[in-house]
């Protein structure tokens, strides 16, 4: 049984990539500036994971950013402001807008989340669901393979 | 099925190459145009008065009205790795005997200061308040 699993996604893992490159374009260039100034407090999360007006709120509010001051200087807050925009989640699951432009909020997020209880998110280990690397240790290389997870205690 | 329908699963290239980006920032990105000790000598030059070592240490320790202190994230003493308070990710260690690349770049001094102390003081520190700071974490030593 597990073997046709991994059979089936490796089979998947060929065709799907392909159907979803029209629909969520991938940067041709990171943007070191966004890796630096937005990964010091938190997993530079990818572009496509919120939608484009979402982007716009949240760069325009990074003096309360969340609970805490992210002012850029408007250089950088242009920059990265751009680049956000033109990498935004287009396709249908990330078309929509989540409560408080918060990734955490979104139904697809939630749904893949719905077996963790809430108290496992608010562990000293997680601290929060925005903490993807806490249980999905490839996340900053794009893995989040169910089968790579494993919740801390 | 979560492998092939998580919305974050196609960047993978992107977020490596960020990955890749932010390995590098410290030391690519960020001129060493600055350290510890011009940084003491700055605010102590604009606050006209020599940064204490105690004031520091009682700044940085203590809540000032607010939920967080600077050690909440940076930890007591910041001589080892601390962890954001909400996010939990981790913080290198703050004093720059335990951190040389630490205090070294003047518009990244000058960004966190703001930002952070409006998140523990909600305002802006004075010269004489990061003269402190600067006079505590440069009195730390291994």
Same mark, same amino acid.
């Given at each position: 049984?597990?073997?046709?699993?991994?059979?089936?996604?490796?089979?998947?893992?060929?065709?799907?990539?392909?159907?979803?490159?029209?629909?969520?374009?991938?940067?041709?260039?990171?943007?070191?500036?966004?890796?630096?100034?937005?990964?010091?407090?938190?997993?530079?999360?990818?572009? @496509?994971? *919120?939608?484009?007006? &979402?982007? +716009?709120? !949240?760069?325009?509010? /990074?003096?309360?950013?969340? $609970? %805490?001051? @992210?002012? *850029?200087?408007?250089? &950088?807050? +242009?920059? !990265?402001?751009?680049? /956000?925009?033109?990498?935004? $989640? %287009?396709?249908?699951?990330?078309?929509?807008?989540?409560? +408080?432009?918060?990734?955490?909020?979104?139904?697809?997020?939630?749904?893949?989340?719905?077996?963790?209880?809430?108290?496992?998110?608010?562990?000293?280990?997680?601290?929060?669901?925005?903490?993807?690397?806490?249980?999905?240790?490839?996340?900053?290389?794009?893995?989040?393979?169910?089968?790579?997870?494993?919740?801390?205690? | 099925?979560?492998?092939?329908?998580?919305?974050?699963?196609?960047?993978?290239?992107?977020?490596?190459?960020?990955?890749?980006?932010?390995?590098?920032?410290?030391?690519?990105?960020?001129?060493?145009?600055?350290?510890?000790?011009?940084?003491?000598?700055?605010?102590?030059?604009?606050?006209?008065?020599?940064?204490?070592?105690?004031?520091?240490?009682?700044?940085?320790?203590?809540?000032?009205?607010?939920?967080?202190?600077?050690?909440?994230?940076?930890?007591?003493?910041?001589?080892?790795?601390?962890?954001?308070?909400?996010?939990?990710?981790?913080?290198?260690?703050?004093?720059?005997?335990?951190?040389?690349?630490?205090?070294?770049?003047?518009?990244?001094?000058?960004?966190?200061?703001?930002?952070?102390?409006?998140?523990?003081?909600?305002?802006?520190?004075?010269?004489?308040?990061?003269?402190?700071?600067?006079?505590?974490?440069?009195?730390?030593?291994?």
């Amino acid at each position: 049984m597990k073997r046709r699993c991994n059979a089936l996604l490796a089979v998947l893992a060929l065709i799907v990539p392909m159907a979803w490159a029209d629909g969520v374009p991938v940067p041709r260039q990171a943007l070191p500036s966004y890796a630096q100034e937005c990964g010091s407090c938190h997993m530079a999360f990818a572009p @496509a994971m *919120l939608p484009a007006p &979402s982007w +716009q709120r !949240i760069m325009n509010g /990074l003096g309360r950013h969340y $609970g %805490t001051d @992210a002012s *850029l200087d408007p250089g &950088s807050a +242009q920059k !990265i402001g751009a680049w /956000l925009q033109a990498n935004a $989640g %287009t396709y249908k699951r990330v078309r929509e807008e989540p409560p +408080q432009d918060r990734m955490t909020q979104s139904n697809w997020f939630l749904r893949k989340h719905r077996e963790v209880a809430p108290d496992v998110f608010r562990r000293a280990s997680i601290k929060s669901a925005a903490n993807c690397t806490a249980c999905h240790g490839g996340a900053d290389q794009g893995n989040f393979s169910e089968h790579a997870v494993r919740i801390p205690k | 099925m979560t492998l092939i329908t998580h919305p974050s699963r196609h960047p993978a290239t992107l977020i490596a190459a960020l990955l890749g980006a932010a390995a590098l920032g410290p030391f690519s990105a960020h001129a060493a145009d600055t350290s510890a000790a011009a940084q003491l000598e700055r605010w102590q030059v604009q606050a006209a008065a020599p940064g204490s070592v105690e004031r520091g240490k009682a700044l940085f320790t203590s809540k000032h009205g607010g939920d967080l202190s600077c050690a909440s994230c940076h930890g007591t003493p910041p001589t080892s790795q601390g962890r954001h308070a909400s996010t939990g990710k981790v913080i290198e260690a703050l004093a720059p005997a335990f951190n040389p690349l630490r205090f070294t770049d003047t518009a990244k001094v000058d960004k966190w200061f703001a930002r952070n102390c409006k998140d523990v003081l909600a305002r802006e520190c004075t010269a004489l308040e990061k003269a402190d700071v600067l006079a505590y974490l440069a009195n730390l030593k291994p």
